[in-house]
């Protein structure tokens, strides 16, 4: 693997032959090497794993014909990023491996695989895991196959809505902080990008989540009341708000109030308070 590297990669001084690295790619897809390193990775040493997981980023980028050979050869062996997945369970090689899946994730017939594969639902498990260092690792992968490919990910939360949302709410429930803060930041970020707007007309109509962000609202911790915020506001300001919503805010309305005129605001915020403002207004003249 240390040969290989210096044949792909250069040793910093002589650069790689070009010719050579793309006929090396060939010669490993054709025999199999990939499907063989990958399921020999729980048995490599630390040095061989970093050495393959620069390889293999560098092996997945070759074109052949503007098709790349190794991504090509993964889409006929979709087992293998499955067995990726499954390895963040292994505290020995959860981090290569996780570089090694935000590299496929880079390709959108790739990501599309594992978003819809039985596989995508671990990652609900691993974000909570009490290593840190690999939940951390987990959640940038889960991140990346929610961002990276617009199109893909917006079939895949038209098609699977109240599976993801389901799953996702239990997130935001966790009673690690770390997991709620992570997932309320990244829900607030996620659902106000433009491509999710459909997804998040659906997300704002509906009472369970309204009263998960009025949860959260109530949390000890200032980012995660901060986010909530941001998150809460979209149902408050939905000019087309359901009678249910409605509802529900009146139920709630005296509580909400008093935590929205107790959220903390950054120094230098004018932002933030004068959306809090208009959002106060606004639960004010529900009737």
């Given at each position: 693997m240390s040969s290989l590297r210096l044949l792909i990669f250069g040793d910093g001084e002589v650069e790689p032959n070009e010719e050579q690295v793309l006929q090396i790619t060939l010669e490993i897809c054709k025999e199999d090497v990939i499907s063989?390193?990958?399921?020999?990775?729980?048995?490599?040493?630390?040095?061989?794993?970093?050495?393959?997981?620069?390889?293999?980023?560098?092996?997945?980028?070759?074109?052949?014909?503007?098709?790349?050979?190794?991504?090509?050869?993964?889409?006929?062996?979709?087992?293998?990023?499955?067995?990726?997945?499954?390895?963040?369970k292994n505290l020995d090689i959860a981090l290569n491996c996780g570089n090694m899946l935000r590299e496929c994730i880079k390709y959108p017939t790739l990501a599309k695989y594992i978003l819809e594969s039985g596989s995508f639902e671990l990652f609900f498990e691993y974000v909570e895991l009490p290593n840190f260092?690999?939940?951390?690792?987990?959640?940038?992968?889960?991140?990346?196959?929610?961002?990276?490919?617009?199109?893909?990910?917006?079939?895949?939360?038209?098609?699977?809505?109240?599976?993801?949302?389901?799953?996702?709410?239990?997130l935001l429930s966790?009673?690690?902080?770390?997991?709620?803060?992570?997932?309320i930041k990244f829900l607030s970020e996620f659902l106000l990008e433009t491509h999710n707007s459909q997804i998040m007309k659906r997300y704002i109509v509906e009472v369970r989540f309204l009263n998960i962000m009025i949860n959260l609202l109530k949390d000890s911790s200032k980012n995660i009341r901060i986010c909530a915020f941001h998150v809460f506001k979209v149902f408050v300001a939905n000019p087309n708000k359901p009678r249910c919503i409605v509802v529900a805010l009146l139920d709630n309305r005296r509580e909400v109030l008093k935590l929205l005129h107790n959220l903390p605001s950054s120094k230098g915020d004018d932002e933030l308070d004068e959306e809090k403002d208009l959002i106060i207004q606004e639960i004010q003249k529900l009737a």
């Amino acid at each position: 693997m240390s040969s290989l590297r210096l044949l792909i990669f250069g040793d910093g001084e002589v650069e790689p032959n070009e010719e050579q690295v793309l006929q090396i790619t060939l010669e490993i897809c054709k025999e199999d090497v990939i499907s063989l390193i990958v399921q020999d990775l729980p048995s490599l040493g630390w040095g061989v794993r970093k050495d393959l997981a620069i390889c293999w980023c560098i092996l997945l980028r070759q074109k052949v014909d503007e098709t790349y050979c190794c991504v090509q050869y993964l889409e006929n062996h979709l087992e293998l990023l499955d067995f990726l997945v499954g390895c963040y369970k292994n505290l020995d090689i959860a981090l290569n491996c996780g570089n090694m899946l935000r590299e496929c994730i880079k390709y959108p017939t790739l990501a599309k695989y594992i978003l819809e594969s039985g596989s995508f639902e671990l990652f609900f498990e691993y974000v909570e895991l009490p290593n840190f260092d690999i939940a951390s690792d987990a959640l940038n992968t889960f991140k990346d196959l929610l961002t990276k490919h617009e199109v893909v990910v917006a079939e895949f939360l038209s098609s699977h809505y109240e599976q993801f949302f389901e799953l996702y709410s239990r997130l935001l429930s966790s009673t690690n902080y770390v997991t709620r803060r992570q997932a309320i930041k990244f829900l607030s970020e996620f659902l106000l990008e433009t491509h999710n707007s459909q997804i998040m007309k659906r997300y704002i109509v509906e009472v369970r989540f309204l009263n998960i962000m009025i949860n959260l609202l109530k949390d000890s911790s200032k980012n995660i009341r901060i986010c909530a915020f941001h998150v809460f506001k979209v149902f408050v300001a939905n000019p087309n708000k359901p009678r249910c919503i409605v509802v529900a805010l009146l139920d709630n309305r005296r509580e909400v109030l008093k935590l929205l005129h107790n959220l903390p605001s950054s120094k230098g915020d004018d932002e933030l308070d004068e959306e809090k403002d208009l959002i106060i207004q606004e639960i004010q003249k529900l009737a």
